[in-house]
C-alpha cells in the first residue's frame, strides 16, 4: 500500500515536470488543452509499454495459438456485448440493442459461456457502441483529450464512458471477493487488447512523424467515426483549419 | 436547299458520338476504378513469393506501378497541410508533395504486404452523371476480427478519376498529418517541414523507424 503510494507520487511529479519541460514552444490545439502534461504521460506509457506490456502480448500472442485468442477474445466481448447493447438502446438504435441482446443470448448459450461467436456465424454482427458514445450522441461535449497511462487514448467524455462501462461490465463484480481471480481477468484481457494492437505498431512508427500526436489524430478521427456509425462526414476536426485546394498547373505560372 | 443543314448536323453527330465515348472510357468510373486496382495488386500479392516473404523494395515498386498513377499528391499534400500551403511557393510544393507521397506509399505498401487471406468487399456506390467528387467504400474483411471500412476520396479530372483520401476505419490518412505539419511549419517553416519529412524518409530507407 504503502509502496504504491509512493509509486504515484513519484509519477505525478515526473507528469509535473515533464508537463512543464515541454510546454514551452507548442501552441495549444482545442482539442489538447493539457498536451504538456498528456505529453509526459504519454512518455510514461512508453516506458511501461516497452518493458512490460508489449513484452507479454508479444510472448501471449507467439504462445496462444489462434483459435485459443479468438475464444479468449470472444469471451471477454461477450461480457462487453451488456453494454453495448445497453448503449444502443440508449442511444435509440432499438434494431442493434435487439441484435445485441440476441448475441448475447446464443453466444452464452450456444457459444458455451461466449468462447465461441456463434452469433457473427448466423450473421448477427457485433454492434460498437459504449457510454462514452451515448454521451455523445446526448450532447456532452467530448471534454479535453487525455492520455491515461495503459488505458491509452481518451477523452474526458470516453473516460467517464469507459468507467460506466466497466460498472456495468458484470465479469467485474461476479468476481469481486475473489482479487486474485478477478485481477488475472483483467491481467489476460489486458494483454489480449494489447496484442491486438501489435499489427498496427509497426504502422504508426514508421508512418508518424510525431507519434503522440498521430496517435492523437488517428483516436479523435476514430471515435467521432465511431459516433456517426461509420457513416462518412465531417470529422470533428482536432483544429478546423481551413483548406485553401490548389489547381497546381504549374504551367499556367505566368512568366514575369 | 435544306439539305445542307441537315447533313452538316448529322456529320456533326456522327463525329461528336466517337468524342463523346472516348471521354467516357477515359473516365472509368470512380468505382471501377477503385475494384481494378484493388484486385489488380492483390492478384500481384499473391503471386509474388518476394513480396510474401517481406521484400519492402518490391512491394513499394508494385505500389508505385500500380497505384500511384490513380493518386493526386499535391491535392493530398494541400490537405494534409492545410492553411500554410499557401505560403509555400511552387516548388516547395512540389518538394512537400514528393516527400509526403514517399512517406505514405513505404506505409501503404507495409499495410499491403501484411495482406494474406483477406477479402475485399465493395460496398454499392451510387453518383450523378455530373459528379466531380466521390467516396467509394470498402471493407476489409478478415478471418476471426471485425471487418475493416476502408475508403476512397476520389475527385475528376481531365486525367480521369484520382484519389485524393484513404480514410481507414474512419480516419482519414491525410488529415492525420495535420496537426503534427503545421506544428512542424510553425517551428520551421516549409522549409522545415520538407527538412523533417526527408530525414523521415530517408531513415526509413536505411531500415530503422525514426
Known sequence: MKQNRNLLVALCAAVLLGGCASNAQRAPIAADPLEGVNRALFSVHEGIDKVALKPLAQGYDAAVPLPAKMGIGNFFGNFRGIARSGNAFLQGKGEEGMNGLARLFINSTVGIFGLFDVASEMGLYEGEEDFGQTLAVWGVPSGPYLFVPLLGPNTGRDLAGWGVDQYVNPLGHQVDDQPALRNSLVGVSAVHLRATLLPTDQLIEEASLDKYAYIRAAYLQRRASMVRDGKPGAAEDEENVPVYEPETTPAATPAE | ?210
Request: glycine share 6%; charged share 25%; hydrophobic share 40%.
Open chain 2, 1 to 210: 436547299m435544306n439539305y445542307l443543314p441537315k447533313l452538316l448536323l448529322a456529320a456533326a453527330t456522327i463525329l461528336a458520338v466517337p468524342a463523346a465515348l472516348a471521354q467516357e472510357m477515359i473516365l472509368t468510373a470512380p468505382d471501377v476504378l477503385v475494384q481494378s486496382v484493388t484486385e489488380d495488386v492483390l492478384a500481384a500479392i499473391r503471386q509474388d513469393k518476394d513480396i510474401k516473404s517481406g521484400n519492402t523494395q518490391k512491394t513499394i515498386n508494385l505500389v508505385q506501378s500500380k497505384v500511384l498513377p490513380h493518386f493526386n499528391f499535391s491535392r493530398m499534400t494541400a490537405l494534409a497541410v492545410g492553411r500554410d500551403w499557401s505560403k509555400a511557393s511552387a516548388a516547395q510544393k512540389e518538394q512537400l508533395a514528393g516527400q509526403f507521397r514517399d512517406l505514405l506509399v513505404r506505409t501503404y505498401a507495409n499495410a499491403v504486404s501484411a495482406y494474406r487471406d483477406q477479402k475485399v468487399r465493395y460496398k454499392p456506390f451510387k453518383m450523378n452523371p455530373d459528379d466531380t467528387d466521390a467516396l467509394v467504400r470498402t471493407e476489409i474483411q478478415q478471418p476471426g476480427g471485425r471487418p475493416i471500412q476502408l475508403d476512397y476520396s476520389l475527385e475528376k479530372t481531365d486525367k480521369g478519376w484520382k484519389v485524393y483520401d484513404v480514410v481507414v476505419a474512419g480516419v482519414s490518412l491525410v488529415t492525420n498529418y495535420r496537426s503534427t505539419f503545421s506544428q512542424e511549419i510553425r517551428d520551421g517553416g516549409i522549409d522545415g517541414l520538407i527538412k523533417t519529412l526527408t530525414e523521415k524518409n530517408r531513415a526509413l530507407e536505411k531500415g530503422k523507424a525514426a
